[in-house]
């Protein structure tokens, strides 16, 4: 009797509802005998829709700052030189050359007539002869220098090439030639056939030349004292004129003003 007493009538069979007729679902459906793991893919878990937290990087794991070789220090480049502008000179390097020429040429021929006897010259021989008579030493020597000179320094001229040392030594020769033209005609005769008038101009000239320069219609040119002579240019005057008054002293002695 008990046992009718524990056991229900009409007791529903197990897995179905007491309040529906329709069996309930199963919930062991879908899982297989291992419980933790899934026949098929669950969803993402409550980890996986977790917000992302931000990692903080340690110190050992920040990567150090990249090392920049030392750039060696450079010196700024040097400006460019400015060029000056060249100064408007007119016809004065025409009016230099024309005297250059004319003086040169000048001294060419007479060196020529001297050296050679051209153009009816009087040939070295006669050239000495004529120091001997004006009372000079070593006239052989003498003889030869002037001629050279002369022939030299007329060349240089013309070309324009080592201007003021050929202008000082022509300078030379004209104080020389220019005291043997006085000592002759005493008395500062000056005029010309006589007189000591064709000397002074070429020595005048000569002198002009060295502080004027040569121009830039020169082989000279492009030299600095070629168009703007400085102290340079006055002591090679003094060294020609110094030059032209030892050689008559020395070698001729006498006073060319006094007979």
């Not at 007491?18 to 069996?23: L, N, T």
């Not at 993402?44 to 990692?55: G, S, V």
């Not at 903080?56 to 060029?83: G, K, L, M, N, R």
């Not at 300078?171 to 002074?200: C, H, K």
Request: one cysteine or more; proline letters at 10%.
């Amino acid at each position: 009797m008990s046992d009718e007493r524990n056991e229900r009538p009409n007791s529903p069979e197990p897995g179905l509802s007491p309040f529906d007729d329709q069996p309930t679902e199963n919930l062991s459906a879908g899982y297989t005998d291992d419980l933790t793991r899934p026949l098929a893919d669950p969803g993402p878990t409550a980890d996986d829709l977790a917000a992302p937290t931000e990692r903080i990087s340690t110190y050992d794991q920040i990567a150090p700052p990249p090392v920049v070789p030392p750039v060696a220090a450079q010196e700024p480049p040097a400006a460019a030189p400015v060029e000056e502008p060249r100064a408007r000179r007119g016809t004065l390097d025409l009016g230099l050359l024309v005297l250059r020429v004319v003086v040169g040429v000048t001294l060419l021929v007479h060196g020529l007539q001297k050296l050679t006897g051209v153009w009816n010259g009087p040939g070295l021989g006669g050239f000495e002869d004529t120091l001997v008579e004006a009372g000079f030493d070593q006239a052989r020597l003498l003889a030869i220098l002037g001629a050279v000179g002369e022939v030299a320094a007329g060349s240089l001229l013309v070309l324009g090439l080592l201007t003021p040392w050929a202008a000082a030594a022509a300078l030379a020769i004209m104080i020389n030639a220019w005291a043997f033209r006085q000592a002759a005609e005493p008395g500062l005769a000056y005029f010309a056939p006589d007189g000591v008038e064709y000397e002074t101009l070429l020595g005048v000239c000569a002198a002009v030349i060295v502080l004027t320069g040569p121009g830039r219609i020169a082989i000279d040119g492009r030299r600095g004292w070629a168009t703007r002579p400085r102290v340079g240019s006055l002591v090679v005057l003094l060294l020609g004129i110094a030059a032209g008054v030892c050689v008559w002293i020395f070698l001729n002695g006498t006073n060319p003003l006094v007979r």
